[in-house]
Protein backbone atom coordinates (compact mmCIF):
# COMPACT_ATOMS: atom_id res chain seq x y z
CA UNK A 1 0.00 0.00 0.00
CA UNK A 2 3.07 1.88 0.72
CA UNK A 3 4.95 1.74 -2.50
CA UNK A 4 1.28 2.40 -4.21
CA UNK A 5 0.81 5.81 -2.68
CA UNK A 6 4.66 6.64 -3.60
CA UNK A 7 3.84 5.57 -6.98
CA UNK A 8 1.05 7.62 -7.01
CA UNK A 9 2.44 10.99 -5.44
CA UNK A 10 5.40 10.78 -8.18
CA UNK A 11 3.28 10.12 -10.57
CA UNK A 12 0.28 12.68 -10.09
CA UNK A 13 -0.52 14.21 -13.62
CA UNK A 14 -2.36 17.79 -12.81
CA UNK A 15 -1.71 21.00 -14.52
CA UNK A 16 2.14 22.01 -13.45
CA UNK A 17 2.86 17.83 -15.01
CA UNK A 18 1.57 18.76 -18.30
CA UNK A 19 3.35 22.07 -18.41
CA UNK A 20 5.94 20.58 -17.62
CA UNK A 21 6.08 17.65 -20.13
CA UNK A 22 5.08 20.06 -23.29
CA UNK A 23 8.03 22.22 -22.23
CA UNK A 24 10.35 19.30 -22.46
CA UNK A 25 8.25 18.22 -25.78
CA UNK A 26 8.62 21.42 -27.39
CA UNK A 27 12.70 20.95 -26.85
CA UNK A 28 13.10 19.25 -30.32
CA UNK A 29 13.23 23.16 -31.35
CA UNK A 30 16.10 23.35 -30.17
CA UNK A 31 17.91 20.90 -32.33
CA UNK A 32 18.24 20.49 -35.96
CA UNK A 33 16.51 21.19 -38.61
CA UNK A 34 14.82 23.99 -36.50
CA UNK A 35 17.94 25.21 -34.14
CA UNK A 36 15.78 27.93 -32.07
CA UNK A 37 18.45 28.34 -29.22
CA UNK A 38 16.83 31.16 -27.56
CA UNK A 39 13.31 28.96 -26.81
CA UNK A 40 16.61 27.44 -24.31
CA UNK A 41 16.20 30.74 -22.33
CA UNK A 42 12.44 30.06 -21.92
CA UNK A 43 11.94 25.99 -21.41
CA UNK A 44 14.99 25.32 -19.06
CA UNK A 45 14.52 28.26 -16.39
CA UNK A 46 10.84 27.41 -15.99
CA UNK A 47 12.29 23.72 -15.14
CA UNK A 48 14.99 25.28 -12.58
CA UNK A 49 12.07 27.36 -11.04
CA UNK A 50 9.04 24.44 -10.62
CA UNK A 51 12.72 22.57 -8.89
CA UNK A 52 13.70 25.29 -6.63
CA UNK A 53 9.82 25.68 -5.57
CA UNK A 54 8.97 22.23 -5.19
CA UNK A 55 8.15 21.76 -1.04
CA UNK A 56 9.08 17.68 -1.04
CA UNK A 57 11.14 15.07 -3.21
CA UNK A 58 7.29 13.61 -4.18
CA UNK A 59 6.72 16.77 -6.43
CA UNK A 60 10.43 17.41 -7.41
CA UNK A 61 10.23 13.98 -9.22
CA UNK A 62 7.12 14.44 -10.39
CA UNK A 63 8.77 17.91 -12.14
CA UNK A 64 11.85 15.86 -13.54
CA UNK A 65 9.68 12.75 -14.95
CA UNK A 66 6.92 14.43 -17.05
CA UNK A 67 9.48 17.11 -17.98
CA UNK A 68 12.42 14.43 -19.29
CA UNK A 69 9.14 12.22 -20.55
CA UNK A 70 8.40 14.72 -22.79
CA UNK A 71 12.16 15.83 -24.04
CA UNK A 72 13.30 12.06 -24.41
CA UNK A 73 9.82 11.23 -26.28
CA UNK A 74 10.42 14.31 -28.94
CA UNK A 75 14.45 13.65 -28.93
CA UNK A 76 14.43 9.63 -29.43
CA UNK A 77 11.05 8.76 -31.14
CA UNK A 78 12.63 7.97 -34.37
CA UNK A 79 15.11 5.16 -33.01
CA UNK A 80 11.47 2.72 -33.05
CA UNK A 81 11.57 3.39 -36.77
CA UNK A 82 13.99 1.07 -37.24
CA UNK A 83 11.65 -1.23 -36.38
CA UNK A 84 9.13 -0.93 -39.28
CA UNK A 85 12.12 -2.01 -41.81
CA UNK A 86 11.31 -5.43 -41.40
CA UNK A 87 7.97 -6.56 -40.94
CA UNK A 88 8.86 -9.61 -38.73
CA UNK A 89 9.71 -6.91 -35.83
CA UNK A 90 6.58 -4.21 -36.58
CA UNK A 91 4.47 -4.98 -33.12
CA UNK A 92 7.81 -3.95 -31.23
CA UNK A 93 7.63 -0.38 -32.66
CA UNK A 94 5.31 0.61 -30.13
CA UNK A 95 6.91 -0.75 -27.35
CA UNK A 96 10.46 0.29 -28.09
CA UNK A 97 8.89 3.68 -28.83
CA UNK A 98 7.91 3.68 -25.38
CA UNK A 99 10.41 2.13 -23.51
CA UNK A 100 13.65 3.84 -24.75
CA UNK A 101 11.73 7.75 -23.65
CA UNK A 102 10.69 5.76 -20.54
CA UNK A 103 14.52 4.55 -19.87
CA UNK A 104 16.48 7.61 -20.16
CA UNK A 105 13.61 9.38 -18.16
CA UNK A 106 13.84 7.04 -15.38
CA UNK A 107 17.97 7.67 -15.03
CA UNK A 108 17.23 11.45 -15.79
CA UNK A 109 14.73 11.67 -12.64
CA UNK A 110 16.57 9.27 -10.38
CA UNK A 111 20.34 11.42 -10.96
CA UNK A 112 18.80 15.19 -10.87
CA UNK A 113 15.92 14.75 -8.21
CA UNK A 114 19.29 14.60 -5.64
CA UNK A 115 18.81 17.99 -6.08
CA UNK A 116 15.84 18.00 -3.48
CA UNK A 117 18.27 16.58 -0.61
CA UNK A 118 21.19 19.07 -1.60
CA UNK A 119 18.87 21.93 -1.37
CA UNK A 120 17.34 21.12 2.00
CA UNK A 121 20.51 20.58 3.48
CA UNK A 122 23.47 22.75 1.59
CA UNK A 123 21.38 25.33 -0.68
CA UNK A 124 18.29 26.81 0.24
CA UNK A 125 19.11 30.28 -1.68
CA UNK A 126 18.74 31.19 -4.94
CA UNK A 127 22.13 31.60 -6.34
CA UNK A 128 23.72 28.57 -4.54
CA UNK A 129 21.37 26.31 -5.62
CA UNK A 130 21.36 27.45 -9.31
CA UNK A 131 25.25 26.79 -9.07
CA UNK A 132 24.36 23.28 -7.51
CA UNK A 133 21.64 22.53 -10.00
CA UNK A 134 23.42 23.69 -13.14
CA UNK A 135 26.57 21.80 -12.14
CA UNK A 136 24.64 18.70 -11.64
CA UNK A 137 22.54 18.81 -14.94
CA UNK A 138 25.71 19.10 -16.52
CA UNK A 139 26.87 16.06 -14.60
CA UNK A 140 23.88 14.32 -15.77
CA UNK A 141 24.65 15.47 -19.53
CA UNK A 142 27.75 13.91 -19.26
CA UNK A 143 27.14 10.53 -17.55
CA UNK A 144 24.71 10.36 -19.96
CA UNK A 145 26.78 10.96 -22.94
CA UNK A 146 29.31 7.94 -21.78
CA UNK A 147 27.14 5.61 -19.73
CA UNK A 148 23.80 3.61 -20.32
CA UNK A 149 23.32 1.92 -17.49
CA UNK A 150 22.61 -1.98 -17.34
CA UNK A 151 23.56 -1.70 -21.20
CA UNK A 152 27.21 -0.77 -22.10
CA UNK A 153 29.68 2.16 -21.32
CA UNK A 154 29.50 4.17 -24.48
CA UNK A 155 26.42 6.25 -23.44
CA UNK A 156 24.09 8.16 -25.90
CA UNK A 157 25.30 11.48 -26.43
CA UNK A 158 22.16 12.39 -28.57
CA UNK A 159 21.14 16.46 -28.39
CA UNK A 160 23.25 17.57 -25.76
CA UNK A 161 22.67 21.35 -25.36
CA UNK A 162 25.58 22.22 -26.84
CA UNK A 163 24.30 21.09 -29.99
CA UNK A 164 21.79 23.75 -30.06
CA UNK A 165 24.12 26.20 -31.18
CA UNK A 166 23.97 26.12 -35.08
CA UNK A 167 25.44 29.36 -35.68
CA UNK A 168 28.73 28.45 -37.98
CA UNK A 169 30.69 31.33 -35.75
CA UNK A 170 29.28 30.72 -32.07
CA UNK A 171 29.96 27.36 -32.74
CA UNK A 172 33.71 27.43 -33.37
CA UNK A 173 34.62 27.67 -29.49
CA UNK A 174 34.36 23.74 -29.22
CA UNK A 175 37.73 23.62 -31.36
CA UNK A 176 39.14 24.21 -27.76
CA UNK A 177 36.52 23.26 -25.48
CA UNK A 178 34.51 20.87 -26.96
CA UNK A 179 30.48 19.75 -27.42
CA UNK A 180 30.57 19.11 -23.45
CA UNK A 181 32.70 21.96 -22.82
CA UNK A 182 30.24 24.14 -24.99
CA UNK A 183 27.25 22.31 -23.25
CA UNK A 184 28.51 23.53 -19.60
CA UNK A 185 28.29 27.04 -20.98
CA UNK A 186 24.62 26.39 -22.42
CA UNK A 187 23.50 24.97 -19.48
CA UNK A 188 24.83 27.87 -17.31
CA UNK A 189 23.27 30.51 -19.93
CA UNK A 190 19.84 29.10 -20.08
CA UNK A 191 19.99 28.84 -16.25
CA UNK A 192 21.06 32.15 -15.47
CA UNK A 193 17.39 33.60 -16.65
CA UNK A 194 15.99 32.04 -12.99
CA UNK A 195 16.68 35.02 -11.32
CA UNK A 196 14.59 36.90 -13.57
CA UNK A 197 11.69 35.36 -12.65
CA UNK A 198 12.57 36.38 -8.60
CA UNK A 199 13.84 40.20 -9.06
CA UNK A 200 11.89 42.88 -9.71
CA UNK A 201 14.38 44.97 -10.17
CA UNK A 202 14.85 46.45 -13.62
CA UNK A 203 18.62 47.45 -12.92
CA UNK A 204 19.22 43.62 -12.05
CA UNK A 205 17.59 42.17 -15.07
CA UNK A 206 18.87 44.28 -17.54
CA UNK A 207 22.04 43.37 -16.29
CA UNK A 208 21.84 39.88 -16.46
CA UNK A 209 20.49 40.09 -20.28
CA UNK A 210 23.55 42.05 -20.53
CA UNK A 211 25.84 39.33 -19.40
CA UNK A 212 23.97 36.49 -21.38
CA UNK A 213 24.63 39.18 -24.65
CA UNK A 214 28.41 39.65 -24.26
CA UNK A 215 29.23 35.56 -23.27
CA UNK A 216 27.52 35.07 -25.95
CA UNK A 217 29.49 37.89 -28.26
CA UNK A 218 32.27 36.65 -27.03
CA UNK A 219 32.00 33.12 -28.76
CA UNK A 220 30.86 35.15 -31.69
CA UNK A 221 34.00 37.32 -31.90
CA UNK A 222 36.39 34.05 -30.98
CA UNK A 223 34.71 32.00 -33.86
CA UNK A 224 35.15 35.07 -36.33
CA UNK A 225 39.06 35.23 -35.60
CA UNK A 226 39.39 31.60 -35.53
CA UNK A 227 37.95 30.89 -39.06
CA UNK A 228 39.62 34.34 -40.37
CA UNK A 229 43.38 33.74 -38.43
CA UNK A 230 43.78 30.12 -39.04
CA UNK A 231 46.22 28.92 -41.32
CA UNK A 232 45.08 26.11 -43.51
CA UNK A 233 46.79 23.01 -45.31
CA UNK A 234 45.65 21.48 -48.37
CA UNK A 235 45.90 17.50 -48.15
CA UNK A 236 45.24 16.64 -51.60
CA UNK A 237 44.28 17.33 -55.12
CA UNK A 238 42.65 14.03 -55.76
CA UNK A 239 38.99 13.55 -56.99
CA UNK A 240 36.42 11.93 -54.48
CA UNK A 241 33.27 10.91 -55.95
CA UNK A 242 30.97 10.61 -53.50
CA UNK A 243 27.42 7.89 -54.21
CA UNK A 244 24.62 9.02 -52.59
CA UNK A 245 22.16 6.24 -52.82
CA UNK A 246 19.28 8.09 -52.09
CA UNK A 247 16.94 4.51 -51.59
CA UNK A 248 14.04 5.68 -49.42
CA UNK A 249 13.00 1.62 -49.67
CA UNK A 250 15.23 -0.61 -47.30
CA UNK A 251 15.91 -3.82 -49.41
CA UNK A 252 14.58 -6.17 -47.26
CA UNK A 253 17.10 -8.42 -47.90
CA UNK A 254 15.25 -9.40 -51.34
CA UNK A 255 18.67 -10.47 -53.57
CA UNK A 256 16.41 -9.53 -56.77
CA UNK A 257 16.51 -5.91 -55.41
CA UNK A 258 20.00 -5.98 -53.75
CA UNK A 259 20.97 -6.53 -57.43
CA UNK A 260 18.67 -4.05 -58.73
CA UNK A 261 20.62 -1.66 -56.12
CA UNK A 262 23.73 -2.84 -58.08
CA UNK A 263 22.94 -2.42 -60.96
CA UNK A 264 21.67 1.30 -60.57
CA UNK A 265 25.26 1.91 -58.64
CA UNK A 266 27.17 0.98 -62.24
CA UNK A 267 24.44 2.84 -64.11
CA UNK A 268 25.38 5.87 -62.01
CA UNK A 269 29.03 5.30 -62.23
CA UNK A 270 29.10 4.88 -65.77
CA UNK A 271 27.07 7.63 -66.19
CA UNK A 272 29.41 9.96 -64.55
CA UNK A 273 32.43 11.56 -66.57
CA UNK A 274 34.07 13.68 -64.33
CA UNK A 275 37.75 12.55 -63.32
CA UNK A 276 37.60 10.14 -60.30
CA UNK A 277 40.99 8.74 -58.01
CA UNK A 278 38.35 7.68 -54.82
CA UNK A 279 34.68 5.94 -54.60
CA UNK A 280 32.49 6.46 -51.60
CA UNK A 281 29.91 4.20 -51.06
CA UNK A 282 27.78 4.67 -48.01
CA UNK A 283 27.22 2.09 -45.66
CA UNK A 284 24.28 -0.52 -46.41
CA UNK A 285 25.05 0.17 -50.12
CA UNK A 286 26.66 -3.33 -50.69
CA UNK A 287 24.50 -5.83 -47.80
CA UNK A 288 27.03 -8.77 -49.17
CA UNK A 289 29.83 -10.01 -46.86
CA UNK A 290 33.21 -9.80 -47.80
CA UNK A 291 34.60 -13.35 -46.78
CA UNK A 292 38.24 -14.23 -47.16
CA UNK A 293 39.21 -10.84 -48.33
CA UNK A 294 36.99 -10.92 -51.59
CA UNK A 295 33.61 -8.86 -52.15
CA UNK A 296 31.47 -10.51 -55.19
CA UNK A 297 29.08 -7.49 -55.45
CA UNK A 298 32.04 -5.17 -55.71
CA UNK A 299 33.73 -7.55 -58.17
CA UNK A 300 30.68 -7.03 -60.33
CA UNK A 301 30.82 -3.76 -59.92
CA UNK A 302 34.28 -3.64 -61.29
CA UNK A 303 33.69 -6.04 -63.95
CA UNK A 304 30.54 -4.46 -65.50
CA UNK A 305 32.32 -0.35 -65.04
CA UNK A 306 32.84 1.02 -68.54
CA UNK A 307 36.15 2.72 -67.40
CA UNK A 308 38.11 1.68 -63.93
CA UNK A 309 40.44 4.70 -64.11
CA UNK A 310 40.47 4.93 -60.68
CA UNK A 311 42.43 4.01 -57.48
CA UNK A 312 39.91 2.96 -54.56
CA UNK A 313 36.72 2.08 -53.38
CA UNK A 314 35.86 3.04 -50.31
CA UNK A 315 33.06 0.89 -49.12
CA UNK A 316 30.65 0.01 -45.90
CA UNK A 317 30.11 -3.47 -45.77
CA UNK A 318 29.64 -6.49 -43.77
CA UNK A 319 32.41 -8.58 -43.44
CA UNK A 320 33.06 -12.08 -42.09
CA UNK A 321 35.81 -13.79 -40.68
CA UNK A 322 36.55 -17.57 -39.16
CA UNK A 323 38.31 -17.51 -35.41
CA UNK A 324 38.40 -20.83 -34.19
CA UNK A 325 36.17 -21.89 -36.30
CA UNK A 326 33.23 -19.56 -35.19
CA UNK A 327 32.17 -16.70 -37.65
CA UNK A 328 32.42 -13.49 -36.54
CA UNK A 329 30.97 -10.61 -38.40
CA UNK A 330 31.92 -6.80 -38.74
CA UNK A 331 30.23 -4.11 -39.73
CA UNK A 332 33.03 -2.85 -41.82
CA UNK A 333 34.83 0.18 -43.57
CA UNK A 334 37.04 -1.42 -46.72
CA UNK A 335 39.67 0.17 -48.60
CA UNK A 336 39.46 -1.75 -51.88
CA UNK A 337 41.57 -1.22 -55.06
CA UNK A 338 40.13 -1.44 -58.63
CA UNK A 339 41.15 -5.11 -59.10
CA UNK A 340 39.05 -6.00 -56.28
CA UNK A 341 41.55 -6.51 -54.00
CA UNK A 342 41.00 -5.03 -49.92
CA UNK A 343 43.98 -3.07 -49.22
CA UNK A 344 43.05 -2.07 -45.50
CA UNK A 345 39.30 -1.98 -43.50
CA UNK A 346 38.09 -0.79 -40.39
CA UNK A 347 35.65 -3.11 -38.11
CA UNK A 348 33.15 -0.66 -36.52
CA UNK A 349 34.23 0.16 -32.64
CA UNK A 350 31.33 1.62 -31.04
CA UNK A 351 28.21 -0.82 -32.18
CA UNK A 352 24.55 -0.03 -31.26
CA UNK A 353 23.12 -1.65 -28.83
CA UNK A 354 19.35 -3.46 -30.13
CA UNK A 355 20.63 -2.64 -33.40
CA UNK A 356 23.98 -3.96 -34.02
CA UNK A 357 24.44 -6.16 -30.77
CA UNK A 358 21.81 -7.34 -28.39
CA UNK A 359 23.12 -6.73 -24.72
CA UNK A 360 22.25 -10.12 -22.67
CA UNK A 361 22.10 -12.06 -26.30
CA UNK A 362 22.90 -15.37 -24.04
CA UNK A 363 20.13 -14.52 -21.31
CA UNK A 364 17.53 -13.43 -23.81
CA UNK A 365 17.75 -15.21 -27.11
CA UNK A 366 14.56 -15.02 -28.33
CA UNK A 367 15.31 -11.06 -28.94
CA UNK A 368 17.54 -11.06 -31.19
CA UNK A 369 16.35 -10.20 -34.87
CA UNK A 370 19.92 -11.18 -36.36
CA UNK A 371 23.73 -12.38 -35.50
CA UNK A 372 25.74 -9.92 -33.11
CA UNK A 373 28.07 -8.01 -34.86
CA UNK A 374 31.47 -8.37 -33.27
CA UNK A 375 33.41 -5.18 -31.76
CA UNK A 376 36.16 -4.24 -33.94
CA UNK A 377 39.34 -4.26 -32.12
CA UNK A 378 40.01 -0.67 -31.99
CA UNK A 379 39.71 2.81 -33.70
CA UNK A 380 42.44 3.47 -36.51
CA UNK A 381 43.52 5.88 -39.00
CA UNK A 382 43.66 4.30 -42.54
CA UNK A 383 46.55 5.33 -45.00
CA UNK A 384 46.23 5.59 -49.15
CA UNK A 385 48.70 7.18 -51.56
CA UNK A 386 47.08 10.08 -53.38
CA UNK A 387 48.00 10.00 -57.29
CA UNK A 388 51.21 11.62 -56.97
CA UNK A 389 52.20 9.39 -54.59
CA UNK A 390 51.71 11.08 -51.01
CA UNK A 391 50.47 9.67 -48.12
CA UNK A 392 46.93 11.11 -46.90
CA UNK A 393 44.82 9.57 -43.87
CA UNK A 394 41.53 9.54 -42.89
CA UNK A 395 39.83 8.52 -39.58
CA UNK A 396 37.21 6.28 -40.79
CA UNK A 397 33.63 6.41 -38.74
CA UNK A 398 30.72 4.31 -39.38
CA UNK A 399 27.21 5.68 -38.77
CA UNK A 400 27.07 6.03 -34.56
CA UNK A 401 30.86 6.18 -34.01
CA UNK A 402 30.99 10.11 -34.95
CA UNK A 403 28.59 10.97 -32.38
CA UNK A 404 31.04 10.45 -29.68
CA UNK A 405 33.18 13.49 -28.73
CA UNK A 406 37.10 13.23 -28.88
CA UNK A 407 36.87 9.33 -29.31
CA UNK A 408 38.90 8.78 -32.12
CA UNK A 409 42.44 9.20 -33.37
CA UNK A 410 43.83 12.74 -33.12
CA UNK A 411 46.04 12.00 -36.35
CA UNK A 412 44.63 11.61 -39.84
CA UNK A 413 43.56 14.23 -42.22
CA UNK A 414 40.49 14.19 -42.92
CA UNK A 415 36.76 12.45 -41.01
CA UNK A 416 35.01 10.00 -43.27
CA UNK A 417 31.52 8.95 -42.44
CA UNK A 418 29.66 6.94 -44.22
CA UNK A 419 26.11 5.30 -42.71
CA UNK A 420 23.03 4.33 -43.36
CA UNK A 421 20.19 6.39 -41.98
CA UNK A 422 17.48 4.91 -43.89
CA UNK A 423 16.24 2.77 -40.84
CA UNK A 424 15.75 5.84 -39.02
CA UNK A 425 13.56 7.39 -41.59
CA UNK A 426 10.11 7.13 -42.12
CA UNK A 427 7.59 8.91 -44.15
CA UNK A 428 4.23 10.17 -44.36
CA UNK A 429 2.71 11.27 -47.71
CA UNK A 430 6.38 12.08 -48.66
CA UNK A 431 7.42 13.98 -45.84
CA UNK A 432 10.18 12.91 -43.51
CA UNK A 433 8.91 12.41 -39.81
CA UNK A 434 11.92 11.51 -38.45
CA UNK A 435 14.10 14.47 -37.08
CA UNK A 436 16.94 11.74 -36.58
CA UNK A 437 18.77 12.14 -39.59
CA UNK A 438 19.43 15.73 -39.61
CA UNK A 439 20.35 15.46 -36.04
CA UNK A 440 23.02 12.89 -37.09
CA UNK A 441 24.38 15.29 -39.27
CA UNK A 442 24.49 17.73 -37.17
CA UNK A 443 26.45 15.92 -34.37
CA UNK A 444 28.93 14.99 -37.08
CA UNK A 445 29.85 17.87 -38.37
CA UNK A 446 30.83 19.13 -35.05
CA UNK A 447 33.47 16.81 -35.37
CA UNK A 448 35.13 18.41 -37.95
CA UNK A 449 35.07 21.82 -36.03
CA UNK A 450 36.25 20.23 -32.90
CA UNK A 451 39.27 17.98 -34.55
CA UNK A 452 39.75 20.88 -36.82
CA UNK A 453 39.81 18.65 -40.08
CA UNK A 454 37.72 18.16 -43.29
CA UNK A 455 34.73 15.55 -43.57
CA UNK A 456 33.23 13.67 -45.86
CA UNK A 457 29.59 11.84 -45.13
CA UNK A 458 28.01 9.80 -47.69
CA UNK A 459 24.39 8.44 -46.69
CA UNK A 460 22.58 5.85 -48.45
CA UNK A 461 19.32 7.85 -47.43
CA UNK A 462 19.95 11.04 -45.41
CA UNK A 463 22.36 13.89 -45.94
CA UNK A 464 25.50 13.42 -48.06
CA UNK A 465 28.03 16.24 -47.71
CA UNK A 466 31.34 17.65 -47.53
CA UNK A 467 32.16 20.13 -44.71
CA UNK A 468 35.02 21.99 -44.18
CA UNK A 469 37.83 22.09 -41.03
CA UNK A 470 35.55 24.58 -39.87
CA UNK A 471 31.92 22.68 -39.76
CA UNK A 472 30.59 24.69 -42.60
CA UNK A 473 28.68 22.97 -45.49
CA UNK A 474 31.02 22.97 -48.64
CA UNK A 475 28.29 20.70 -50.73
CA UNK A 476 24.98 18.54 -49.89
CA UNK A 477 22.58 16.36 -51.33
CA UNK A 478 19.58 15.93 -48.86
CA UNK A 479 16.73 13.16 -49.36
CA UNK A 480 14.87 14.29 -52.33
CA UNK A 481 17.82 15.44 -54.79
CA UNK A 482 17.71 13.90 -57.88
CA UNK A 483 21.45 14.11 -58.10
CA UNK A 484 22.93 11.18 -56.89
CA UNK A 485 27.25 11.77 -56.62
CA UNK A 486 29.18 14.49 -55.68
CA UNK A 487 32.68 14.79 -57.10
CA UNK A 488 34.87 17.24 -54.79
CA UNK A 489 38.73 17.89 -53.73
CA UNK A 490 39.48 17.37 -50.04
CA UNK A 491 39.15 21.20 -48.24
CA UNK A 492 41.80 21.97 -46.70
CA UNK A 493 42.42 21.17 -42.64
CA UNK A 494 43.85 23.57 -40.35
CA UNK A 495 47.87 23.63 -40.41
CA UNK A 496 48.02 22.98 -36.56
CA UNK A 497 45.71 20.74 -34.14
CA UNK A 498 43.05 22.57 -32.19
CA UNK A 499 43.59 22.61 -29.02
CA UNK A 500 40.74 19.87 -28.31
CA UNK A 501 42.96 17.57 -30.45
CA UNK A 502 45.71 18.00 -28.31
CA UNK A 503 44.04 17.89 -25.06
CA UNK A 504 40.67 16.94 -25.19
CA UNK A 505 38.09 17.70 -22.71
CA UNK A 506 40.48 19.17 -20.00
CA UNK A 507 38.98 22.71 -20.57
CA UNK A 508 35.70 21.01 -19.31
CA UNK A 509 37.30 19.39 -16.35
CA UNK A 510 38.97 22.65 -15.07
CA UNK A 511 35.26 24.32 -15.63
CA UNK A 512 33.93 22.01 -13.22
CA UNK A 513 36.38 22.72 -10.82
CA UNK A 514 35.81 25.93 -11.08
CA UNK A 515 32.18 25.54 -10.29
CA UNK A 516 32.56 23.37 -7.45
CA UNK A 517 35.54 25.71 -6.01
CA UNK A 518 32.60 28.45 -5.96
CA UNK A 519 30.06 26.16 -4.53
CA UNK A 520 32.20 25.05 -1.58
CA UNK A 521 32.94 28.95 -0.94
CA UNK A 522 29.22 29.36 -1.41
CA UNK A 523 28.49 26.52 1.10
CA UNK A 524 31.27 27.75 3.63
CA UNK A 525 29.62 31.05 4.02
CA UNK A 526 26.25 29.62 4.58
CA UNK A 527 27.94 27.33 7.49
CA UNK A 528 30.06 30.21 8.79
CA UNK A 529 26.44 31.95 9.06
CA UNK A 530 25.24 29.12 11.28
CA UNK A 531 28.60 29.43 13.89
CA UNK A 532 27.70 33.05 14.62
Not at 49 to 54: C, L
Not at 301 to 328: A, W
Request: charged residues 15%; hydrophobic residues 45%.
Amino acid sequence: MEVKNTIKKTLTINRNSILLFFAGLSSILLFAPFNYFLLGFIIFPLLLKKTFEAKNYFLTFNTFFFFFLGFYLGNYYWISFSFLVNKNYTLFFPIIFLFIPLFFTVFSTIFLSLIYYLKKKFFSNLTSFFLCYSLLFFLHEYIRGHIIPFVDLKGLPWNLLGYSIANDFLVQIISIIGIYGLTFLIIHLFHTVIFIFYNSNILKTVTILILNSLVLLALYLFGYQHIKNNDLQIISQDKFLLLHTNFSQHHQYDQTKILANITNYITLLNNNKDHKDIIIFPEGAIPVSTEYNQNPAINYIIDNLKETNFNYFIVGSPYMRKNNHLEQYFNSLMLINNKGKIDQYYHKFNLVPFGEYIPYLKIFPRLAAQKNFTKGDELKVITIKDNIGNNISYIPLICYDGIFSGKMSRTGDFLLNVTNDIWFTRKISNFNISLGTWQHFDHIRYRSIEEGKPLIRVANYGITAVIDSFGRIIQKLDFNDKNQTITITLPEKLKHPTFFNKYRNLITYLLVIFNLIILYISFSHKFHGYLR
